[in-house]
């Protein structure tokens, strides 16, 4: 497509009616593009396994692309050598979610993506001997520019940070037993990643509609890693905002126009993200919310709908940035929950879906986790698959009407 005055006064126009903007905005006559929901909640979902795949969620994915048992990004690249990696990555990006993945989206009412990338995607912070895939960039900046195109709100999340920012985890893009995230030297590449974003953000029209750059996705808790959970809030923290502020600055960026910057909230257990924090003005929080890890929620029908129905995450500036309608591990093939050639407990996930939904919209809204899976435990495991999901008839075809089947 190709962008002029005009697309883009079409875009803001489109923008701001899907949207009410944040009140100060509104009384100075200042209509701001960078919109939060108002009226209108978040209601989005994750492009989760384009830019880092997780084998766990990718199964035939994963093997199609040759990756073998490799757990992550970083061993299918040993594996492969990178320029035979490079190129099979460069099909999976072309083919995981293209433009009628988008227009789906949009077509069942959703309003958000968050597309979680690893901070690889911009080469130039690699080290000599790290093993990521290379050229995913020309890739992030077709789905941005077709989620502008489409009037999609974006929340850009550094998803894998460098030096890895949990350990055992296939989402940081290598699995590493001890986080090496919380170093000086990775927190500036983490930060030069964020001013390069801002960067990207501000002058490439494609990325007209990026209205949140989330700073690091899931890092340590403070229970397990106290050190570097208190050093990342009294350092990289006020850091990673000073930085985007900074360049947006320099880049002359109105007010209005200013990225939310976003970080985990508290109750994801690293400790209080807003402590040493500079500002808060469009500051947001992340809350991932999963029913089935919490194990003060009894695994039954009725534990899970009442949880959900007495849950309060916080106010607008919180949003669900992953949850699922997944139970337990060990429930989840019994009877009562077991999706496996029976849709006896559709009308029960229905149910379920709505009351988080209820639920997560008395906060800022929600990002499901996630668009599209495949194959996990080897059969069609929507549990954790909004497009599939909504081909089970458990995810009603209009986002916005799911709080209407809500059993609280
Ligand atoms: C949308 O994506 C396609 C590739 O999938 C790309 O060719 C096209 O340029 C993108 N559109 C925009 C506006 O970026």
Redesign the pocket.
């Known amino acids: 497509?190709h962008f002029n005055l005009r697309t883009l006064a079409a875009l803001a126009i489109a923008a701001a009616s899907l949207t009410q903007s944040r009140r100060e905005f509104h009384a100075s006559g200042k209509t701001s593009r960078r919109w939060l929901p108002g009226s209108d909640k978040i209601r989005g979902v994750n492009l989760a396994s384009q830019f880092i795949i997780e084998p766990w969620m990718a199964g035939d994915e994963w093997n199609s692309m040759g990756c073998g048992d490799s757990r992550d990004e970083w061993s299918c690249v040993q594996r492969l050598g990178q320029e035979d990696a490079d190129a099979v990555f460069q099909r999976h990006w072309?083919t995981w979610i293209?433009?009628d993945d988008l227009r789906e989206i949009q077509s069942y009412g959703l309003n958000t993506v968050r597309i979680p990338v690893g901070f690889w995607i911009n080469e130039d912070l690699v080290n000599a001997g790290e093993y990521y895939p290379r050229g995913g960039l020309k890739y992030l900046?077709?789905?941005?520019?077709?989620c502008?195109?489409l009037g999609l709100y974006v929340i850009m999340d550094l998803h894998g940070g460098p030096g890895s920012q949990f350990p055992g985890q296939q989402y940081t893009g290598h699995v590493v037993d001890s986080p090496g995230f919380y170093t000086e030297e990775n927190y500036e590449r983490a930060n030069k990643f964020l001013e390069w974003m801002t960067e990207r953000v501000h002058t490439d029209p494609?990325y007209f509609n990026v209205g949140m750059l989330q700073v690091v996705n899931e890092p340590v808790h403070a229970g397990d890693y106290p050190s570097e959970a208190a050093d990342m809030i009294s350092s990289y923290y006020p850091s990673a905002w000073t930085r985007i502020r900074d360049r947006e600055a320099q880049l002359g960026v109105a007010d209005g126009d200013k990225l939310h910057i976003q970080y985990m909230a508290e109750a994801w257990g690293s400790g209080n993200p807003s402590q040493d924090l500079p500002g808060t003005t469009f500051a947001s929080y992340d809350d991932h919310r999963y029913y089935k890890w919490d194990s003060s929620v009894p695994a039954t029908r009725d534990g899970y709908i009442s949880a959900a129905c007495s849950d309060n995450r916080g106010g607008t500036d919180v949003i669900i940035g992953e949850w699922s309608i997944s139970v337990a591990d060990d429930a989840q093939y019994n009877a009562e929950f077991d999706i496996r050639d029976t849709d006896a407990n559709n009308d029960w996930y229905k149910q379920f879906f709505a009351a988080q939904v209820k639920a997560f919209e008395r906060s800022g809204g929600w990002v499901f986790w996630s668009w599209k899976c495949n194959w996990i435990a080897g059969f069609n495991e929507w549990r954790w698959c909004y497009k599939s999901a909504v081909d089970a008839g458990v995810i009603p075809k209009d986002a916005a009407a799911a709080v209407g089947n809500s059993p609280c």
């Open positions: 497509m072309q293209t433009p900046d077709y789905i941005v520019g077709n502008t195109e494609a």
